[in-house]
């Protein structure tokens, strides 16, 4: 499939056939697993193409990426070991003294790697609430050099204006990285809206499964991709041809998945936003939602990721502990629905005083609505809330 194919099919085709083609030895149609650490040269110093070592290339890999890349919008994409393994990616990619402005609400083990590993290495770092653009405008400094973003954010499910932001962020000289984990390639696109990295734990939605970790970042800019690679092959940080196989054949039902994730998450939060044991309920799909609109315009779906204040600790822990289909599990965006409280697990990490700041309260909950039967998992969150 070229690139002008790609760019001509819809998601779900380039899903299933964007960056593989039957193996040209037997005609598997199915991407083989290359589980080779080295490849054999013909000649010294003389590989068979680019195909010298694992770390550096290996087939499989390069089927995954080219297909994240065309579901991106990308020029490329390079995978990684895990999403924080992408992230620092991204920041490796700065010197001592450069500075990022990131959003306040990522996910708890963003914050601690930023705060706790990269800081140290003398890199700056300012915490802004991002769905504020004058609060990011205010954060830049001449030195300022990437803008990390997730939208929706974990788990205050907060809406930042990607075009926006890469416009303040280009202005400044500096560029735009977008934490797309939450939404999918199905739902949001931002190197469409100008933003210059797309990060994924593609553990999460892009897998769907519970059955990988591993980060992918896609790219509008092929020097980009070069230096990135560059890093992981300097760093080591690569997946597993494996790991690769498994989200590669996981994200040929992304589409399907999606669509189902997207319908039980808006009947999942409007079933809690009407019920009287919540407090509030925050999805972006509500028009209760902050940035409903903005959501609207640069998103095509809403997720399965639900995030619900119950009040306190106590009732967090009784919703939580007593479902049936929602499991008590960290991470998100597989099949099966999941439940955490996120003060208490994803967020431990982060400061109390920093998640009372930004209201992340002792009492949310964070719900990963999977594809089960809908009324089942309204049955299940309701048999627990009545009581």
Same mark, same amino acid.
Request: with cysteine; glycine share 10%.
């Given at each position: 499939?070229?690139?002008?194919? %790609?760019?001509?099919?819809?998601?779900?085709?380039?899903?299933?056939? *964007?960056? =593989? !083609?039957?193996?040209?030895?037997? $005609?598997?149609?199915?991407?083989?697993?290359?589980?080779?650490?080295?490849?054999?040269?013909?000649?010294?110093?003389?590989?068979?193409?680019?195909?010298?070592?694992?770390?550096?290339?290996?087939?499989?890999?390069?089927?995954?990426?080219?297909?994240? !890349?065309?579901?991106?919008?990308?020029?490329?994409?390079?995978?990684?070991?895990? $999403?924080?393994?992408?992230?620092?990616?991204? /920041?490796?990619?700065? +010197?001592?003294?450069?500075?990022?402005?990131?959003?306040? @609400?990522?996910?708890? $083990?963003?914050?601690?790697?930023?705060?706790?590993?990269? !800081?140290?290495? $003398?890199?700056?770092?300012?915490?802004?609430?991002?769905?504020?653009?004058?609060?990011?405008?205010?954060? =830049?400094?001449?030195?300022?050099?990437?803008? %990390?973003?997730?939208?929706?954010? @974990?788990?205050?499910?907060?809406?930042?204006? &990607?075009?926006?932001?890469?416009?303040?962020?280009?202005?400044?000289?500096?560029?735009?990285?977008?934490?797309?984990?939450?939404? +999918?390639?199905?739902?949001?696109?931002?190197?469409?809206?100008?933003?210059?990295?797309?990060? %994924?734990?593609?553990?999460?939605?892009? @897998?769907?499964?519970?059955?990988?970790?591993?980060?992918?970042?896609?790219?509008?800019? #092929?020097?980009?991709?070069?230096?990135? +690679?560059?890093?992981?092959?300097?760093?080591? *940080? /690569?997946?597993?041809?494996?790991?690769?196989?498994?989200?590669?054949?996981?994200?040929?039902?992304?589409?399907?998945?999606?669509?189902?994730?997207?319908? @039980?998450?808006?009947?999942?939060?409007?079933?809690?936003?009407?019920?009287?044991?919540?407090?509030?309920?925050?999805?972006?799909?509500?028009?209760?939602?902050?940035?409903?609109?903005? *959501?609207?315009?640069?998103?095509?779906?809403?997720?399965?990721?639900?995030?619900?204040?119950?009040?306190?600790?106590?009732?967090?822990?009784?919703?939580?502990? %007593?479902?049936?289909?929602?499991?008590?599990?960290? +991470? #998100?965006?597989?099949?099966?629905?999941?439940?955490?409280?996120?003060?208490?697990?994803?967020?431990?990490? &982060?400061?109390?005083?920093?998640?009372?700041?930004?209201?992340?309260?002792?009492?949310?909950?964070? #719900?990963?609505?999977?594809?089960?039967?809908?009324?089942?998992?309204?049955?299940?969150?309701?048999?627990?809330?009545?009581?």
């Amino acid at each position: 499939m070229s690139r002008h194919d %790609h760019d001509a099919a819809g998601f779900g085709t380039r899903a299933i056939h *964007a960056g =593989v !083609a039957p193996e040209p030895v037997t $005609g598997a149609i199915m991407t083989p697993i290359f589980q080779t650490s080295t490849y054999v040269q013909p000649a010294v110093g003389h590989p068979h193409g680019h195909y010298d070592y694992g770390r550096t290339a290996n087939p499989t890999r390069e089927a995954l990426e080219a297909n994240m !890349a065309a579901l991106e919008s990308g020029a490329g994409a390079v995978a990684f070991a895990s $999403g924080l393994a992408a992230i620092e990616a991204i /920041v490796k990619r700065l +010197s001592a003294g450069d500075h990022v402005v990131t959003e306040e @609400n990522t996910y708890g $083990g963003t914050t601690r790697m930023f705060s706790r590993v990269l !800081a140290r290495l $003398g890199i700056g770092f300012s915490y802004v609430d991002a769905s504020d653009v004058e609060a990011v405008r205010a954060a =830049v400094r001449p030195e300022t050099q990437l803008i %990390h973003i997730e939208t929706p954010t @974990n788990p205050l499910m907060r809406i930042s204006d &990607v075009g926006a932001l890469a416009a303040l962020a280009h202005d400044a000289g500096a560029l735009l990285s977008v934490d797309n984990t939450f939404a +999918s390639p199905y739902n949001q696109r931002p190197l469409e809206l100008g933003a210059d990295f797309v990060v %994924h734990s593609s553990t999460k939605y892009v @897998n769907g499964h519970s059955d990988v970790i591993g980060g992918i970042v896609a790219v509008g800019d #092929l020097e980009l991709a070069e230096e990135l +690679s560059f890093l992981r092959k300097s760093t080591g *940080a /690569v997946p597993g041809p494996m790991d690769c196989f498994l989200t590669l054949r996981g994200i040929k039902t992304l589409h399907v998945r999606m669509r189902q994730h997207n319908a @039980n998450g808006m009947a999942v939060a409007r079933f809690l936003e009407a019920h009287p044991a919540v407090d509030r309920v925050l999805y972006p799909g509500l028009p209760s939602h902050p940035q409903h609109e903005l *959501a609207c315009r640069q998103m095509d779906g809403f997720t399965g990721m639900v995030s619900v204040d119950v009040g306190t600790i106590e009732r967090a822990r009784a919703l939580t502990e %007593h479902c049936r289909w929602f499991a008590l599990a960290e +991470s #998100l965006g597989g099949v099966e629905s999941l439940i955490s409280v996120p003060a208490l697990m994803t967020h431990a990490s &982060v400061p109390e005083e920093r998640r009372e700041a930004m209201g992340l309260t002792p009492g949310l909950v964070r #719900l990963s609505v999977g594809i089960e039967d809908e009324a089942d998992l309204i049955e299940d969150l309701a048999r627990v809330l009545d009581r």
